[in-house]
Structures are given as C-alpha cells and as structure tokens.
C-alpha cells in the first residue's frame, strides 16, 4: 500500500527492452535508496514495482512486464524520463494522502494548464466510464500522488474532466511542473468512492429493472439522460 505523498523523482538510467519486458534502470533521488531491499515494492508514477537489483547504491531495476506496458504510459519511456516514486508505506506510518494500492485504473490525458498568480492548475479529460467515481472535494491518485480534486464535470456519454490546483511543493516534489498538454497520465481512483457509487448504482439497477424501458420512454421524451442519474447500465 502506498499513501500518495511522492517523496521525490527518481530518472530513467537506462532501458533494457525485450519482446514483452521492458527493464528499467531507475537513478533514485537522495535519500531514497536507504534500506531498499531487492523485492521491495516502489510505485512509479503510481505503477507498484518490485526492485528486481540493486546494481549501485543509488540505482534500482526493476521489471516491466507487457501487459502493465500497455495499459500504462511506462512504454513509453525514455532515457531521462523522470517519474513519480514512493516507497511502500511502513506499518504505522502517517498517511498524509490516501491510501493508494498502486494499481492503475486508466490513463487520461491533459486538458488544459492554467498559470494564474501563484497558483498551477491542470485539466484532465478522462474517458467513460470513469468519471462516475469522481468528485469535486474527493480524491484521486494521478500518476501516484494524492490529490483533492478541485472541480468536476460529467458529459452525458459517460466522459468528462476534474481540475486539481497544485501549490509550489507539490510541483517541486512531482514530475507535474514538466506535464504539457496532452500529455497521458495515470489515475487510480479513490476505492472507497467506487464501492459506494457501485452499491448504489447495482441497487437502483435491481429495484428499478421492471420499471426501466417505461423510465426511459418519459425520460426521452424529457431530454433526461438517466445514465447522469447513476440508472441503467453504461
């Protein structure tokens, strides 16, 4: 389990790529490296890896296999690269974010990037279905750091973008100040969110099922879209 709070951005060193692994070579940001133990699990822009070597004191590998390669943006790495990291929380530690399992959801991209005094913001458009899970004030795991999401909207395909707004520490400690437009990144959503919003969509399915097709005649005929409402299948 991880807790969201980078501790720092560690770079890639070198790529070892072969047909269906990728083994990267990660220089780790001071301090990191202390009593990192071969199997020891790092997320990496919010991807649990497990350090496979330890060929300098400074310097982790670590394996990625290719199904992670293409449901991530870990492919798509360079030499230089830099990237999210985060040690696997320690039994009692603080959990100054939220607790984040290190797996990922789906990745999204970059919308907009906005700069007013003092502040940074960025957009993320996010694809369907995932935007059910997100609420502004609510959490959200974006490339392994825990973040509060500002503002949110829902299309009515299922889509849509939330807003963070980052103060100058998170940008000093995260890869987010070298983000662009488009750019893709990861995100895990709050699992405590999806139960809820799960549970309640399920219960509506279940009470409402008879009654549906008539539903959604009346909502037609109304320009309601029940899909905003939670009602229905996607």
Known sequence: MFTGIVQGV?????????EGLHTLALKLPAGFDEDLAIGASVACDG???????????????????????????????RVGSGLNVER????????????????VDVSAR?????KPDNNHVIRFAVPAPWMRYVFAKGYIGVNGCSLTVAEAQRERDGSGWFEV????????????????VGDAIHLEIDRSTQVVVDTVRDALDEKLGPLLPVLEAIAKERGIDLGQLGIGKP
């Open 88 to 103: 696997a929380a320690k039994d009692g530690a603080e959990i100054g974010g939220h607790p984040l399992s290190g797996h």
């Open 110 to 114: 970059i919308a907009e990037i906005r």
């Open 47 to 77: 991807v649990c890896l497990t350090v496979t070597e330890r060929p300098s004191p400074d310097v982790a590998l670590f394996d990625v296999m290719g199904q992670t390669m293409k449901l991530t943006t870990l492919g798509d790495l």
């Open 165 to 180: 707004w980052l103060i100058p520490e998170t940008l000093r400690m995260t890869t987010f100040a070298d983000k662009d």
């Open 10 to 18: 560690a770079h890639v060193e070198s790529i070892d790529a072969r």
